[in-house]
């Protein structure tokens, strides 16, 4: 069973900044891919981004890419997702998810865990 806890939301004016964090339970993190995804009201959720498990992998959402950052610190069992340049279109609850297969990627199916998500909201 792998738990997923995120943190780092809030409100923050357009331009601003946030950092997402996502702690994972487990001791195995270091071999799993995991995602952010989101999920604005009224809409489907959506990928972010992704990270394999080395790391040396990553994946973005056209929406967000040169604005956003995903990284891990695997000795810590956390990810992060550096949101710059914040939209009032980023408003949304954001999710952490772990891709037990270690890749990575941008389809929702291989998450097999799911956080509880964190909100953001973007005033503009």
């Known amino acids: 069973q792998v738990q997923l806890v995120e943190s780092g939301g809030g409100l923050v004016q357009a331009g601003g900044s946030l950092r997402l964090s996502c702690a994972a339970s487990?001791?195995?993190?270091?071999?799993?891919?995991m995602g952010w995804f989101r999920q604005a009201p009224g809409k489907e959720r959506e990928f972010v981004a992704a990270?394999?498990?080395?790391?040396?992998?990553?994946y973005y959402a056209d929406s967000v890419k040169g604005r956003f950052t995903i990284s891990r610190d695997n000795a810590k069992n956390t990810v992060y997702l550096q949101m710059n340049s914040l939209k009032p279109d980023d408003t949304a609850v954001y999710y952490c998810?772990?891709?037990?297969?270690?890749?990575?990627?941008?389809?929702?199916?291989?998450?097999?865990?799911w956080g509880q998500g964190t909100q953001v909201t973007v005033s503009s």
């Open positions: 998810a772990a891709d037990l297969y270690g890749l990575g990627t941008y389809e929702m199916e291989p998450y097999e865990y």
């Open positions: 487990g001791r195995t993190f270091s071999t799993y891919g």
């Open positions: 990270i394999s498990w080395r790391g040396d992998r990553r």
